[in-house]
């Protein structure tokens, strides 16, 4: 599908949208208004996207804030959440977890590394391959940082009925599945 709206400026066709997407109701609606050169509203307040952005930002400056007292980088924590539950993955598969591109966890790693907080171990049966294993020092963040993760989710629900944060999960969890339904 391509929609093509004359530039008022510049008196040539600008694209508004190029793909082959199936869109829902509203979104088709929107993009055919844009071809029809009206502008598309989305106001960010309604978009739950965007509202978990800000949540995010907002859970993440309060624990960069709590974290970094003791050594430790909002992404050297991802990193640490999944060691502590998966020691020994190889560097693929941490980044896999975490969701990083593999030169983000080499920095990641290497930054980690030079702290004490793990060390790379040369895969037994596959020498290609490299292992992340926690040191005692990361094994013993656990218990220093996961505390204040712990602290932050409850702060961030404070005056929100349990079946309503029960119910925030269930729909996080399912908005997931269906985002990564979209990835395939």
């Not at 929609?3 to 600008?14: E, M, P, T, V």
């Not at 591109?101 to 037994?124: F, I, S």
Request: aromatic share 6%.
């Amino acid at each position: 599908m391509v929609y093509l709206r004359q530039s008022k400026a510049h008196g040539r066709k600008d694209s508004i949208m190029s793909d082959s997407l199936d869109l829902v109701p509203e979104a088709l609606a929107a993009v055919n208004a844009a071809a029809e050169g009206k502008d598309v509203e989305f106001d960010s307040e309604s978009s739950v996207g965007y509202l978990l952005r800000d949540t995010y930002r907002a859970f993440t400056k309060i624990l960069q804030a709590r974290i970094s007292a003791h050594g430790v980088t909002i992404g050297q924590w991802y990193f640490l959440r999944v060691l502590w539950d998966e020691d020994g993955l190889t560097q693929r598969e941490l980044s896999q977890r975490v969701g990083m591109m593999e030169p983000t966890t080499v920095t990641a790693l290497n930054g980690m590394e030079k702290r004490g907080y793990v060390k790379r171990v040369r895969n037994t049966d596959d020498k290609r391959k490299v292992n992340i294993y926690l040191t005692e020092k990361g094994k013993a963040l656990r218990n220093v940082l996961l505390p204040h993760a712990i602290d932050v989710n409850i702060r961030s629900v404070a005056g929100v009925p349990p079946e309503d944060v029960e119910a925030v999960r269930r729909a996080l969890h399912a908005m997931k599945q269906n985002l990564e339904a979209l990835a395939i």
